[in-house]
């Protein structure tokens, strides 16, 4: 007996071992269009035109377990959503599940990572502190179309009793240009769009996202699906390890989440002296 359990149990470690390490088994060579919006740090070009990002490095990842080729198309967001649909394009990579959109699209079976939503202003305007919700009412802010954090934005701030002149762009850039111009006191965004040089006011939600391709688009979600399998055996951190890499030095993780009491507190308190030992 103790013999048959080990050589049943050799018999699954090895089917285990070669499960984890075949090749591409999806079907033959298949160039992927992805749809990608201007969000730095995600997908995004290096000045030599090279793909750089989160979601490149997930991506190319993907491309080790399996036969799919990635090429990427540039786009608004609700452009991208209208082409999975019309087949110009094959998926995007940052989408929340809705029923609306379960309705229209698929999603792949695992998330590839979570995303908040994030309200920025100038980094000068000191008339907006963190979660100073007295100060967002009335406040002109920028959304981009289509984007999830539209739909979650009215429950939070009915729950926090202000509301917002909504202004809706056809992408970041734009709207980052609207705030900084003036033209805007707000922003709302998600957190895997990086930003360095934005004061963030309040930051809400963590909703998972996930691969999202046309809804009769099977074969091409069996593929993703059997890559995540074998990344989450191989390297269960990895969407971790990419966000440390790429969103470690964003400016809700480095910069002060200061709110109103805590800059009056530092201005009427006494410059303190501090020790060093030399070397």
Known sequence: APLFFFFFFFLILCAV?????????????????????D??????????????????????????????????VKD?????????????????????????????YGFSKDTIG????????????ADICFEEFAAFNGKR????KSSFQNEIFPSYAAEHNFSCQ??????ENDMQEALLEGKIDLMLTGSMALHRNLKAVCEFGSYPFYFMTGKNNTELLDCLNQALDKITVKKPYFAMELYKKWYGLSATNV?????????????NSPVLKIGLLVN
């Open 17 to 37: 071992l070669f499960w984890l390490s075949s090749g591409p088994s999806c079907y033959a060579a298949k160039i992927v269009k992805v749809g990608y919006i």
């Open 166 to 171: 909504k202004q809706f762009y056809g992408n």
């Open 76 to 104: 608004t967001w609700q452009n991208c959503l209208k082409k999975i649909l019309t087949g110009e394009i094959d998926m995007v990579c940052t989408a929340q599940k809705t029923p609306a959109r379960e309705l229209l």
């Open 255 to 267: 910069l002060p989440n200061y709110k109103r009491e805590d800059i009056e507190f530092v201005e």
């Open 141 to 144: 802010i920028g959304m981009v």
């Open 114 to 125: 979570t995303e908040s939503a994030i309200m920025y202003t100038r980094l000068n305007n």
């Open 39 to 72: 969000y730095a740090g995600f997908i995004e070009t290096t000045d030599q035109n090279v793909f750089q990002g989160y979601g490149v490095d997930f991506l190319e990842e993907i491309e080790k377990y399996s036969d799919l080729h990635f090429v990427y």
